[in-house]
């Protein structure tokens, strides 16, 4: 499974981004498909994960009512849509594929800048 993400970049406070994540190879067995991200100095984070199948979608609450996750199924892909983006979003986002309990897949990251 391989994971390749687009879409970040510098925002003003208060700005949008959309980050797309195409996930190719055998998707079949993926449990979860959702973000990450990591600040510089703080620990990877839970942004929003999505179940392949039945499930509730799990957001952190930094980015509730923000923040929306989706996945095209025909494209293969899952996207981050942000929304009124502050300076403390600022941080390498990570596409993130779980394969439970196999494994986990992750992308190279895409980086978010949010200027105040």
């Known amino acids: 499974v391989q994971l390749v993400e687009s879409g970040g970049g510098l925002v003003q406070t208060g700005g949008s981004l959309r980050l797309s994540c195409i996930i190719s190879?055998?998707?079949?067995?993926?449990?979860?498909m959702g973000w990450y991200r990591q600040a510089p100095g703080k620990q990877r984070e839970l942004v929003a994960s999505?179940?392949?199948?039945?499930?509730?979608?799990i957001y952190a609450d930094s980015v509730k009512g923000r923040f929306a996750i989706s996945r095209d199924r025909v494209k293969n892909t899952i996207v981050l849509q942000m929304t009124n983006l502050q300076p403390e979003d600022t941080a390498v986002y990570y596409c993130?594929?779980?394969?439970?309990?196999?494994?986990?897949?992750w992308g190279q990251g895409t980086q978010v800048t949010v200027s105040a």
């Open positions: 999505k179940p392949t199948d039945l499930g509730s979608t």
């Open positions: 190879g055998d998707t079949s067995s993926l449990t979860h």
């Open positions: 993130h594929a779980l394969d439970y309990p196999r494994g986990e897949y």
